[in-house]
């Protein structure tokens, strides 16, 4: 017995999946941009400030030579309902407040200290999707170092839309 609906061949099956998945993406993102790799545009947001964020690193509680700073990142996209972005960190340290060096890590091993003064850490962690609002995207930034180093830090978010750059320093 042959096939008898021309959906059920497994060439058209290809094709309505491949469509189908087209149009998921289209709805998800919320534009009519096409979805292949060679046709996506990218955008990078920034802010125009020099830094997003520099100061101290407070004092961890139980361990009086160690200090963080923690920060939520806000990513608002006016289109996408789910913004689809990376968020790429870079860190600077100084010690006057005035003249600033980026911090550098060695290759291959992700945030490890180098030898440069002062020891810096960081992380940086997707917050769970249930406290975000329509358009938003939330990451948890920490920063590890020496009690009372002065750092700083700036953005660079590379996504599907532009977004806006929210940063708030949390306890």
Same mark, same amino acid.
């Given at each position: 017995m042959?096939?008898?609906?021309l959906?059920n +061949?497994?060439?058209?099956?290809? =094709?309505?999946?491949? $469509? &189908?998945?087209r149009?998921? @993406?289209?709805?998800?993102?919320?534009?009519?941009?096409?979805v292949?790799?060679?046709n996506?545009a990218?955008?990078?947001?920034?802010?125009?400030?020099?830094?997003?964020?520099?100061?101290?690193?407070?004092?961890?509680?139980?361990?009086?030579?160690?200090?963080?700073?923690?920060f939520?990142?806000? +990513?608002?996209?006016?289109?996408? =309902?789910?913004?689809? $972005? &990376?968020?790429?960190?870079? @860190?600077?340290?100084?010690?006057?407040g005035?003249?600033?060096?980026e911090?550098?890590?060695r290759?291959?091993?992700?945030?490890?200290?180098?030898?440069?003064?002062?020891?810096?850490?960081?992380?940086?962690?997707?917050?769970?999707?249930?406290?975000?609002?329509?358009?938003?995207?939330?990451?948890? +930034?920490?920063?590890?170092?020496?009690q009372?180093?002065? $750092?700083?830090?700036k953005?660079?978010?590379?996504?599907?839309?532009?977004?806006?750059?929210?940063?708030?320093?949390?306890?």
């Amino acid at each position: 017995m042959g096939v008898t609906q021309l959906d059920n +061949l497994p060439e058209n099956q290809l =094709v309505r999946t491949i $469509v &189908d998945a087209r149009q998921t @993406a289209r709805e998800l993102k919320g534009s009519n941009q096409l979805v292949s790799g060679a046709n996506l545009a990218f955008f990078v947001s920034q802010s125009a400030s020099t830094y997003d964020w520099s100061g101290l690193l407070d004092g961890l509680a139980g361990i009086p030579t160690y200090g963080q700073a923690r920060f939520v990142i806000t +990513l608002t996209s006016p289109i996408a =309902v789910v913004p689809l $972005v &990376d968020v790429a960190v870079v @860190a600077y340290y100084s010690a006057d407040g005035v003249t600033w060096g980026e911090y550098t890590y060695r290759r291959g091993l992700n945030d490890q200290y180098n030898g440069i003064a002062p020891e810096l850490r960081r992380s940086l962690e997707v917050l769970p999707g249930i406290e975000n609002g329509p358009g938003e995207a939330k990451f948890m +930034l920490q920063l590890f170092g020496k009690q009372n180093s002065r $750092v700083a830090f700036k953005l660079q978010v590379t996504g599907t839309d532009e977004v806006s750059i929210t940063v708030t320093r949390v306890a």
